[in-house]
C-alpha cells in the first residue's frame, strides 16, 4: 500500500504554506478554538494571559461549546480571559458564522484549519503559529510568531 511520512520536513512545508498567507505583521484579531477548545486549553490561554490585555487595535476571540463555557465560568477562567480583554464565545466560530472584528484585515490562529478556511473566506490575511505566538500576537498587536 501507499506510505505517507509525516517528518519535519513535511510539518515545515505545511508550515511554510500555511504562513505564506500572512503579509502584514499587525494583528486586527486572533481566533482560537475552531476546533472548539477544551477546558484545560481555555485555562491555558487565561494563564498566558495572566496580568496582560489585548491590545488596543487586537480582538481575542475563543469559541467553546456551551458546556465547557459553563465549566469555565464556575472555575473562574472567563472572567481572568475577559479582565484580559479576552471575549468567550459559544457554539460557532468565525468560519461558519463568517463574522470577524470589524475592520480585520489580518488574524492570526492556532488551527491550521481556521488559516487554511478563514482567510480565503473572509478575503483576509492570516498566521498559523502556537497558542503562546497567537496570545502574544493579541497582546502586542503584532505577529511576532515564525514567519515561516
Known sequence: GERFVYDAAARQATWDILNSLGGSRDID??????????????AQAADLLEGRKVHENSALW??????????????GHSQRLRDAGALLMTDTCSAISQAVPKGTRVAAFDSAKQTHYLPAIMGIEGWYGTTRECIDAACNGRWEGRLA
Open 62 to 75: 475563543i469559541f467553546t461549546s456551551r458546556a465547557v463555557k459553563a465549566t469555565a465560568d464556575a472555575c
Open 29 to 42: 484579531y486572533v481566533m482560537l478554538g475552531c476546533p472548539h477548545y477544551s477546558i484545560e486549553q481555555i
